[in-house]
């Protein structure tokens, strides 16, 4: 899939209500984010789910591709652009073989042998910093 990550937008719900969330993802959207992931880390599948599902509403409306944090079970369930993961999650060539060709995975890369290692297995982008201290 092409994407554009010019401005891509990581969510934290944290500090936010669902309604608040959701406002934040559309103003987002709104102000020109061009990839929205959606990062759940304390969130349950079925709860995690049912707020994929109403974030990918609001970026559709949009044309702004979803990424799903760590769960390529939701990504699948949500019809999600892709997902993200992380050295302890789903390897990155199992959700490539779980998405196909045509879906995003993105892996977070923090040294230049695991980069190397998620370009091999078929992720799209690196992340390389972390968004918390």
Do not use: N
């Not at 401005?7 to 309604?19: G, K, M």
């Not at 990839?35 to 759940?40: A, D």
């Not at 509403?57 to 990424?67: E, G, K």
């Amino acid at each position: 899939m092409k994407f554009d990550p010019t401005l891509y937008v990581i969510t934290d719900s944290t500090y936010h209500t669902t309604e608040t969330l959701l406002h934040a993802v559309e103003e987002a959207c709104r102000g020109g984010a061009t990839l929205v992931q959606l990062r759940e880390k304390e969130t349950g599948g079925r709860a995690y789910l049912e707020l994929a599902q109403l974030v990918k509403a609001v970026t559709d409306r949009f044309q702004v591709p979803l990424i799903i944090d760590d769960r390529v079970d939701v990504a699948i369930a949500c019809d999600a652009a892709g997902v993200h993961v992380g050295a302890s999650d789903l390897p990155v060539a199992v959700c490539r073989k779980l998405l196909g060709p045509d879906k995003i995975v993105g892996a977070t890369a923090k040294s230049v042998e695991a980069a190397k290692a998620a370009y091999e297995d078929g992720a799209d982008y690196l992340g390389t910093g972390a968004i918390f201290p």
